[in-house]
């Protein structure tokens, strides 16, 4: 079973930067992030593949990167001009190659933006 360790999520005031890792027991294919709101549905925020394709959240393009390190199995996210609305549980997600639904998740970590 792979095992997804996230760290970096905190509090932080409107306009600052936060960066999250999610380090994986094994090389994955996709890696990302997903996040969740209370009484909101989770939302794919950013992925990456281990060829390094990107895709991106419409609310969080040109404010968030996302990047991986193959040799250490690990995906990092670069949030930067937070907003309030970007408060949620952040969930690192990871998938096998033409996998139908995500294989694997982490336990979450919480990104609190004050206004």
């Known amino acids: 079973q792979v095992q997804l360790v996230e760290s970096g999520g905190g509090l932080v005031q409107t306009g600052e930067s936060l960066r999250l890792s999610c380090a994986a027991s094994?090389?994955?294919?996709?890696m990302g992030w997903y996040r969740q709101a209370p009484g909101k549905k989770r939302e794919l925020v950013a992925g990456?593949?281990?060829?390094?394709?990107?895709t991106y959240a419409d609310s969080v393009k040109g404010r968030f990167t996302i990047s991986r390190d193959n040799a250490k199995n690990t995906v990092y996210l670069q949030m930067n001009s937070l907003k309030p609305e970007d408060t949620a549980v952040y969930l690192c997600?990871?998938?096998?190659?033409?996998?139908?639904?995500?294989?694997?998740w982490g336990q979450g970590t919480q990104v609190t933006v004050s206004s």
């Open positions: 997600y990871g998938e096998r190659w033409q996998a139908l639904v995500i294989d694997y």
């Open positions: 094994r090389s994955i294919f996709n």
């Open positions: 990456i593949t281990s060829g390094g394709i990107t």
